[in-house]
């Protein structure tokens, strides 16, 4: 739906730019809990540690190619919106960073190895 002259106008000025900015904010963070929970089964967090701290956590392409499917489809937020968009397809998995990068980078986890 195309905005009229008033949001036009509202949302050039200050106030309307600081409002809209919040109101990003605010539903980027819900979309990014929302997509976290469902990957999850409900509780935010990492598949392989169990980190829960949600600044921490990570979609992860459980068959790899992760950077090949973002460069597709967007990254970040239009990355959450494919996956709602799409109801959720399966492959996707929450990892903590360090997690996704270990097995991203070298193939493992540290935390599924002999070595700890």
Not at 30 to 52: D, Q, W
Not at 54 to 64: R, W
Not at 95 to 100: I, T
Request: some cysteine; aromatic content about 14%.
């Amino acid at each position: 739906m195309p905005m009229s002259d008033y949001q036009k106008k509202y949302y050039s000025s200050v106030k309307g730019k600081e409002k809209k900015k919040l109101y990003n904010k605010t539903y980027n963070n819900n979309l990014r809990l929302e997509i976290l929970k469902h990957y999850s089964g409900g509780t935010e967090k990492c598949a392989c540690c169990g980190i829960r701290e949600i600044e921490f956590l990570t979609i992860d392409h459980i068959k790899g190619g992760g950077a090949k499917h973002r460069k597709e489809v967007g990254q970040g937020t239009t990355f959450y919106n494919w996956i709602k968009r799409n109801n959720f397809p399966k492959g996707f998995r929450i990892l903590c960073m360090n997690c996704n990068h270990s097995l991203g980078h070298y193939g493992y986890c540290v935390h599924n190895t002999f070595f700890k």
